[in-house]
C-alpha cells in the first residue's frame, strides 16, 4: 500500500531542474522528483531517477515560455524493493501498459514576484488531469533554478487502488 501511494506521488513534475541559456538543457545532476506519503500513519519518501525535461523559459515572454516532463515510472526508488516492485504492478503505477509520466504545459503566468504559475495536463496510468504548479524560478550563477511544490490526490490517477491506511494525498517535492 505504501508503494501505492508512492508511485501516486508521481511524481510530477518538477522538485528542481536546472537548465542554461534560453533553450534550456537539463542538468540531469540536479534534477529529481521527490515525493512523500503516509502509510499506516508513517511517512514514505521515494524519488523518481529518470526525468527529462523540455524547457523554454523567458520571464519577458511567458507565452512562449513552457516546461514539459517525462517520468520514467521504472526509475521510481524507494528504500525498499520489495515497495518499489510493488509500485510496478497494475493497483500501483502499472508500468508495463503506462511506463511514463508525463507533463505537458499549456501556460506559464507570473502570480507575483518570483513566484509563477504552470498549467498544463498531467498524464498519469493514462488519466489525464488539468493541473496547476506554482513554480519558484530564480537565476544564480547563470543557471536557472525551478522549484515545485505541490500535493496531489492518488485516487485521481487510480494509485494505490481504495487502501485505508494509505494517504490520499502524495506531497511532491
Known sequence: MFNRFIKSVFIFIFSVA??????????KNET????????????????FKDIKFDCNFNPKQLKKSYLNADISVKSIFTKS????????KSDFFD?????KIIFKSQEIIKNKEGVFI???????????KHFE?????????KKLIIKA???LNRKDFNVGGSSLVLSK???VI
Open 18 to 27: 536546472t537548465c542554461f541559456s534560453q533553450e534550456y538543457v537539463q542538468n
Open 32 to 47: 529529481t522528483i521527490t515525493f512523500k506519503i503516509k502509510n499506516f500513519g508513517v511517512t514514505v519518501e521515494g524519488l
Open 81 to 88: 524493493k520489495a515497495m518499489r516492485d510493488h509500485l510496478m
Open 95 to 99: 508500468v508495463e501498459k503506462h511506463p
Open 118 to 128: 504552470i498549467k498544463g495536463d498531467l498524464n498519469i496510468k493514462g488519466i489525464k
Open 133 to 141: 504548479v506554482p513554480l519558484t524560478i530564480k537565476e544564480i550563477d
Open 149 to 151: 511544490n505541490f500535493t
Open 169 to 171: 494525498k502524495v506531497n
